[in-house]
């Protein structure tokens, strides 16, 4: 035997999973409160402590983690067209793990530098125009940013012409210059910042969240949590040297905050009378709905379903729906245990807030009339044809209706437009262990592979 411990340090939980790399298997996984706030070692040890109980004595060869512990990777960004650069500069910060507080467009006002100043991100992207184009905005950008006393890192990913001179404007920050993230109109180029900015995650925003307390105990923090999470899913589609993958596929995490949607395919028009309009979709494609939550952000699933959907798919009165989830946006570790009301009420919360995730993940058409007749207009990924639905979360690996609520985040005919998966296999994360899985595959990715094939339940069994 070969125990390995991989471990994630959340906000809430610090989790740990346990692997035998020589039997290729799942020893075991525990979670206790996260410590951040004074040591996070005691949280460490007493997950771990929960773990031998249940699995005894392990003498790890190697132990890894991840982090989103303290809100994780909170990041502002700024670009010049909404549809173009700001949205590559989003589309970056997600693909790294972040956090998105605000997206700006067009040139900085002083009302969005006291913004920026008051919420002091972990990282802030400066972006905005193609290489040769448009210098104006992301000049006058760096020199709003230059006014702010706040230390926080600058990653400079913007028209390179440019890129330079806000690097002297900027000059005695932490500051950082990229290859643009849009460098010719409706090209993506966004691996090269999103390196970048989990390299800064690393080396400066994981000691300042306190976690370098546990660097005696760990062989390396390698990435955030959401990263080690899109890695298991790419992982888990596209398969390794000497061991296939299951496919394209959606990943739903549906959070007490935020649901996070993930979508590992290609998603563009096949058929000839659809054209495509926007910005190109990233292959391997990360969304955070951070207004979509079971208890904190409950009020974001009432107001983007309706209360009435809710009552009839949970089968409680309007008036005890109110009541309820007013209650559960108070006291947010609240769990069902049995009681058959708040169980049929979580039902129905997270089936719309997978539906609401994926429908906002997910492309859409549109109908349009020209001289070649009928012509269908593609905005986003078609995500029609993918086979795989991968489901995690703690609303959904703690219910035995797991299937029937990540079947929400497929095609609906009362939303036809809508680009979501029309026939798909759904694979219930049961044990937990995608983060793990994806830290894992950093050195050993067909253990990690097999172990997600082995331990992933289709259809929840």
């Known amino acids: 035997m070969k125990p390995v411990l991989l471990i994630d340090f959340g906000s809430t939980y610090t989790k740990v999973t346990a692997v035998d790399l020589e039997g290729e298997q799942l020893l075991g996984t525990a979670c206790a409160y996260t410590t951040v706030q004074t040591d996070i070692n005691i949280g460490l040890d007493n997950a771990i402590r929960l773990l031998e109980e249940k699995n005894g004595k392990l003498h790890f060869a190697e132990r890894f983690a991840c982090s989103s512990a303290a809100g994780g990777l909170r990041m502002i960004t700024s670009g010049l067209v909404p549809e173009l650069t700001a949205e590559a500069a989003k589309v970056a910060s997600l693909g790294a793990g972040a956090k998105i507080i605000k997206v700006f467009s067009f040139q900085l006002t002083e009302d969005d530098i ?10 802030f992207l400066l972006v905005g125009g193609t290489d040769g184009g448009n210098t104006e905005c992301i000049i006058h950008n760096a020199k709003m940013l230059s006014s702010i006393p706040n230390d926080f890192p600058i990653v400079i990913a913007g028209n390179r012409s440019a890129a330079r001179e806000c690097q002297r404007i900027l000059e005695g920050r932490e500051v950082y210059v990229c290859e643009n993230v849009m460098p010719k109109f409706g090209v993506l180029n966004a691996e090269p910042a999103q390196k970048q900015i989990q390299e800064i ?23 955030p949590t959401p990263s080690a999470v899109m890695k298991a899913m790419q992982l888990l589609a596209e398969g390794c040297e000497g ?3 299951i496919g394209d596929l959606i990943g739903v995490d549906v959070g007490g905050a935020t649901t996070d949607v993930y979508s590992i395919a290609e998603g563009m028009p096949e058929a000839t009378n659809t054209v495509y309009r926007g910005l190109p979709e990233p292959y391997v494609k990360r969304t955070v709905e951070g207004d979509i939550g079971m208890r904190y952000s409950i009020a974001g699933i009432v107001e983007a379903a309706g209360i009435r959907r809710i009552s009839q798919m949970s089968g409680l009165s309007v008036e005890r729906v109110e009541e309820l989830i007013d209650h559960l946006a108070v006291n947010t570790e609240a769990l069902p245990n049995g009681d058959h009301e708040l169980e049929m009420l979580d039902y129905a919360l997270a089936s719309l807030a997978i539906e609401t995730a994926v429908t906002r993940h997910a492309g859409s058409i549109e109908e349009a009339y020209t001289m070649m007749g009928l012509t269908y207009v593609q905005t986003g990924k078609d995500l029609t044809r993918v086979k795989q639905i991968v489901a995690t979360g703690g609303s959904l690996i703690n219910t ?14 009362m939303n036809p437009m809508s680009l979501k998966p029309k026939d798909a296999q759904i694979w219930i994360d049961r044990s937990y262990i995608l983060a793990a899985m994806g830290l894992l595959s950093e050195h050993h990715p067909q253990i990690a592979l097999r172990i997600m094939k082995k331990e992933l339940k289709k259809d929840g069994y």
């Open 400 to 413: 035995k209706r797991t299937a029937a609520i990540a079947a929400h985040a497929m095609y609906d005919k």
């Open 243 to 245: 061991e296939s993958g």
């Open 114 to 123: 006291e913004y920026i100043r008051t919420e002091n991100p972990d990282i």
């Open 201 to 223: 995650f690393l080396h400066r925003i994981i000691q300042a969240k306190g976690i370098t307390k546990a660097a005696s105990l760990v062989s390396g923090i390698l990435m």
